[in-house]
């Protein structure tokens, strides 16, 4: 099979497609023979060297595919050849093949097209897992989504949209801040021009953001905790803007505030396995009705992942980027 690999640490240039033994399934496992890869900012922090795959992980990057199956390991139940998947990876979706445990995969919703549908896996589990798992998002509530024109983030705002919950989105520039009030958010700011802390606190009457989902990092944490609602919960899943800040202790004690991080690559299999269960249950309904749907910016032949990594690094790309094998 053909799969893009690694050549060393650096830029967009280190991506080599290489030739590399077919896929056999272990136990529990399945082979999928690849119609789409996403492409997320965890393939570009891979690539740079300062995001390694998980022990027993490929060393080719991507996180979540879509295709059909190609083999069925022992002990797989309910898989047959020929059903179409998309799957949540530990690594190595950039490839003619993927190997993958069964319990991390799902079947393509109803009325989803094959290769658009690797679009939602990853952004998905990442959604249900942060906003409603740690962040407790219920109807009715307030949640604010930073890069809602993000890959994740217009999944988020669909997903906060059918829980009933009013969104508010942070996107770059107008335009995309109007795609995203499409997309089902109630308020949009255009972070280059509007400070979200005093919009969503107009909007909401004072009360500000019940749930944050965070992919700035640093330099949004004093802003995040003062847009929060008493008893509000700031999820952080990113850094794109920094590692350390200074929090202020006591206006998260004023506002019987909390703060959590997470990451999803590195969870255990078993709590992957969980929120792909939950996801199926919960979030795959959504999208067979129609509120959420998959947002696909640009597909581009697997040969093109350099060109695919400069198009997200741009910050130009609304939803995803896939590569097409």
């Excluded at 797989?76 to 179409?84: A, E, F, I, L, T």
């Excluded at 093949?97 to 094959?114: E, F, H, K, T, Y």
């Excluded at 604010?144 to 520039?173: D, F, K, N, P």
């Excluded at 255009?190 to 909401?204: L, W």
């Amino acid at each position: 099979m053909r799969a893009v690999t690694i050549s060393g640490p650096g830029g967009p240039e280190n991506l080599t497609v290489s030739e590399l033994p077919d896929q056999t399934p272990r136990a529990d496992e399945l082979v999928l023979d690849v119609v789409s890869a996403g492409v997320n900012r965890a393939d570009l922090l891979q690539r740079a060297g300062s995001y390694p795959p998980p022990p027993g992980a490929p060393d080719w990057p991507g996180l979540e595919v879509a295709g059909t199956v190609a083999r069925v390991g022992d002990g797989v139940n309910g898989w047959s050849v020929g059903d179409r998947a998309v799957a949540l990876l530990d690594g190595g979706g950039y490839a003619e093949q993927v190997r993958v445990r069964a319990s991390q995969v799902l079947p393509v919703p109803a009325g989803v097209d094959l290769v658009d549908a690797a679009a939602l896996p990853e952004a998905a589990c990442t959604v249900w897992s942060n906003v409603v798992d740690v962040g407790r998002l219920v109807a009715g509530e307030w949640l604010l989504v930073h890069g809602g024109s993000g890959g994740v983030g217009t999944i988020a705002v669909q997903v906060g949209a059918a829980l009933g919950a009013r969104v508010a989105v942070t996107a770059g520039g107008r335009e995309r801040a109007d795609r995203c009030l499409a997309l089902g958010a109630s308020l949009a700011v255009d972070h280059r021009e509007e400070d979200f802390v005093d919009a969503v606190r107009a909007a909401s009457d004072g009360r500000g953001a019940d749930v944050i989902l965070d992919v700035v990092g640093a330099a949004y944490l004093d802003r995040n905790v003062r847009a929060l609602a008493t008893n509000g919960r700031l999820v952080v899943i990113g850094m794109q803007q920094g590692a350390r800040a200074e929090l202020d202790l006591g206006r998260l004690l004023a506002r019987r505030a909390s703060v959590a991080g997470t990451t999803l690559r590195a969870r255990p299999a078993e709590e992957k396995a969980r929120i792909v269960r939950e996801v199926l249950t919960h979030v795959w309904p959504m999208v067979e009705d129609g509120r959420v749907r998959p947002v696909v910016h640009a597909r581009l032949r697997l040969d093109e992942a350099a060109r695919a990594h400069e198009l997200l690094d741009s910050g130009e790309v609304f939803g995803k980027v896939l590569l097409v094998p």
